[in-house]
């Protein structure tokens, strides 16, 4: 079953420009890479990652692979703010282009069911009110956020690419949560219920399963009441 999406967050050159809207001039490694169960985001005025990610002037990339369920044709649907485009299999679905630019933009392609295709979807924050949303639909299946569980991260990116400010992530608990480790294809290697703020890199530090580990990129799922946050 799939986990998400690879998100790679990138934060404006200082000086520099993004050509066409996209790509960084010169070009910069990404601030911030992890998985993102779902793309349903709705940042405001606030950083994706508060001291690592800028608030306004970022482009995310998400890459990975969609899975269809059953075949057909199916239409992707982008909400969001500025810029936006979206490939599945190669095709260009989707260009939106334009500072303050707001809403939705569709294209349709043919999927076979259970198979897996590339996806690639970039977007630009401008300024103020960033957001982004990824939908599909299908004539079996209703508009809707594409579940994680059809979604898998570009796990070659992942492995080669690191965040140049390694970041500082806390959990602050409202009662129990629980914060479960997995690996990149999705196997959970363990898990811990907290009930008060921890720093995650601190969290499974006196964990044995932990000690055998080799160095690369883990998956972090925190719960509480049925709502999964990463």
Not at 21 to 30: D, E, F, H, S, Y
Not at 70 to 92: A, P
Not at 167 to 191: D, M
């Amino acid at each position: 079953t799939g986990v998400g999406l690879t998100g790679a967050y990138i934060n404006k050159p200082e000086g520099g420009t993004f050509e066409g809207g996209r790509i960084p001039n010169p070009p910069t490694k990404p601030s911030l890479v992890r998985v993102d169960t779902t793309i349903d985001f709705n940042w405001g005025g606030d950083s994706p990652l508060e001291g690592v990610v800028d608030k306004d002037h970022f482009v995310t990339q998400w890459t990975g692979q969609v899975e269809a369920p059953v075949s057909g044709m199916y239409t992707f649907y982008t909400n969001t703010r500025d810029f936006s485009w979206l490939w599945v299999n190669g095709e260009q679905l989707i260009k939106l282009y334009g500072s303050g630019k707001n809403g939705w933009a569709s294209g349709s392609i043919y999927l076979q069911e259970n198979t897996r295709y590339n996806i690639r979807l970039e977007y630009r924050a401008w300024t103020y009110a960033a957001y982004a949303h990824l939908y599909w639909s299908h004539s079996d299946i209703i508009k809707q956020i594409i579940p994680k569980c059809f979604l898998y991260p570009d796990t070659g990116s992942i492995v080669s690419t690191k965040p140049s400010v390694e970041p500082k992530i806390s959990i602050t608990a409202r009662g129990n949560q629980l914060v479960r480790l997995y690996s990149i294809n999705g196997r959970c290697i363990t898990e811990k219920r907290v009930d008060q703020t921890v720093l995650i890199n601190h969290l499974f530090d006196t964990d044995k399963k932990l000690r055998s580990l080799s160095k690369g990129m883990y998956i972090i799922h925190i719960e509480k009441t049925g709502a999964i946050k990463h």
